[in-house]
C-alpha cells in the first residue's frame, strides 16, 4: 500500500520511508538551507531559459563585432556566415548567463527569508511571503536609494502576494 497519497510507486519496487537516505533527502528539503539552494539552482535554470529565448526574440542585436582595443568594430553583415553565428551564440550566452544570474539570486534570496520568517513566525500564511517579497525587493534595490527601495519592496510583496494566493485557492477537479 502507498503511503503518501497521489504519489505511485511502481510494484515491486522497495521503496521505504524509513530508509536512512531518504530520511536524509527530506530532512535537507525541509531545511531553509536546502529549499533555497534548490531555489536558487532552480531559478538559475530557469532564468537561463527564460534569458536565451529574451535574447534570440531581441531587436538589439549586435551590429558590429568587438574589435581589437584601437581598431575600428567591423560591422557582422561583412563576416563569413560562420562568424555571425559565432558572434551571436556569444552575445546570445553572456544574455542567458547574465538573466540566469539575476533569476537564481532572486530564488535563492526570496526562498531563504520565506523560509526564516515563517520559521519564526510559526505560521504558514500569506503574510509570510509578502514580506520575504518585500525584503527581497527592497534589498535588490538598495543601490537606488530609498524610493527604490519602496518601489521594490511594495512591487515584489504584490507579486508574491498574488502568486501565493492564486496558488493556495482550491483545485477544481
Excluded at 132 to 157: K, N, Q
Amino acid at each position: 500500500m502507498n503511503s503518501f497519497p497521489g504519489m505511485s510507486v511502481p510494484s515491486g519496487s522497495t521503496y521505504d520511508p524509513n530508509d536512512p537516505n531518504i530520511k536524509a533527502m527530506n530532512k535537507m528539503m525541509e531545511s531553509c538551507f536546502g529549499k533555497s539552494v534548490i531555489s536558487g539552482v532552480m531559478g538559475f535554470g530557469m532564468g537561463g531559459l527564460f534569458g536565451m529565448f529574451m535574447a534570440s526574440m531581441s531587436y538589439d542585436t549586435p551590429f558590429h563585432t568587438p574589435g581589437a582595443p584601437g581598431a575600428a568594430p567591423k560591422p557582422i553583415a561583412e563576416l563569413p556566415m560562420s562568424q555571425q553565428l559565432k558572434v551571436g551564440f556569444k552575445d546570445m550566452g553572456a544574455r542567458s548567463y547574465s538573466t540566469a544570474k539575476n533569476f537564481g539570486k532572486v530564488g535563492l534570496m526570496f526562498s531563504g527569508i520565506e523560509c526564516g520568517i515563517e520559521g519564526f513566525r510559526a505560521k504558514n500564511d500569506l503574510a509570510n511571503g509578502a514580506a520575504a517579497g518585500c525584503l527581497t525587493g527592497g534589498i535588490l534595490a538598495r543601490s537606488g536609494g530609498p524610493t527604490a527601495v519602496a518601489g521594490g519592496c511594495a512591487a515584489f510583496a504584490a507579486f508574491s502576494l498574488a502568486i501565493d494566493a492564486w496558488m493556495r485557492q482550491p483545485k477544481e477537479d
